[in-house]
């Protein structure tokens, strides 16, 4: 009796080398675990922060970013430096700040997927993202609609540069120092920024109210 012999298994194709940045150990243990099951994805380096990241100079094809990490580095910044190394990025965080979510979608972050999720789900999401899809979910949606409600305010660099710094708690003093101007000038500047803020209906009377737009638009952490 002849025998059909059976087909060969699908090629998986290129195996995918995947990084996790989280200041959570388990966290990256608990995905290397999962990954470890694929042949087309492999967890190959680990890190606390996009700097130890980066310095470890890994070759990587995706890297799976926890938004709120304990160096209170932003996404926008961490964003920043890892599309140096060429790599796409999707962010892996618990999605409960939105504003973290709103600004990494500006940042250019390939999409979300909440730590919640099930194994099956990451590694589908972690495959989309391979292939150059946006890694959609619920949560990333409402984070872009949110965002497109929030009118930007035109600030320039070196308004941004000193609202960033002034916002932070900075006195004017200070920041004029730290970027090489006049205290009158940053005055200027920050009357300037308020004027903006106003312009588009997001009220910048106090420095609280600075504080807030500047975590808005992504350019302090918000307070953990």
Do not use: C
């Amino acid at each position: 009796m002849n025998r059909t012999p059976h087909a060969p298994p699908p090629d998986p194709g290129p195996r995918r080398r995947v990084g996790i940045v989280d200041d959570h150990a388990a966290v990256g243990l608990g995905v290397e675990a999962i990954l470890d099951q694929h042949d087309d994805l492999a967890l190959v380096a680990r890190a606390a922060t996009v700097s130890e990241l980066v310095d470890a100079a890994p070759d990587l094809d995706l890297v799976l970013l926890d938004l709120r990490l304990a160096d209170r580095t932003t996404p926008a910044q961490n964003l920043e430096r890892l599309r140096r190394l060429g790599v796409t990025v999707v962010a892996y965080t618990s999605g409960d700040d939105p504003a973290l979510v709103r600004q990494a979608a500006r940042s250019g972050v390939a999409g979300m997927i909440r730590k919640s999720e099930s194994p099956a789900t990451l590694v589908d999401a972690l495959r989309a993202a391979a292939r150059g899809e946006i890694v959609a979910s619920v949560d990333w949606a409402a984070a872009i609609d949110a965002d497109a409600a929030v009118q930007d305010a035109g600030l320039t660099a070196r308004e941004s540069q000193v609202l960033e710094l002034y916002a932070s708690g900075e006195k004017a003093d200070r920041v004029a120092r730290m970027l090489g101007i006049t205290r009158e000038t940053v005055l200027d500047h920050v009357r300037r920024i308020r004027t903006k803020y106003a312009a588009v209906d997001r009220q910048a009377h106090t420095k609280v109210d600075l504080y807030r737009r500047a975590v808005e638009d992504g350019m302090l952490a918000p307070p953990r």
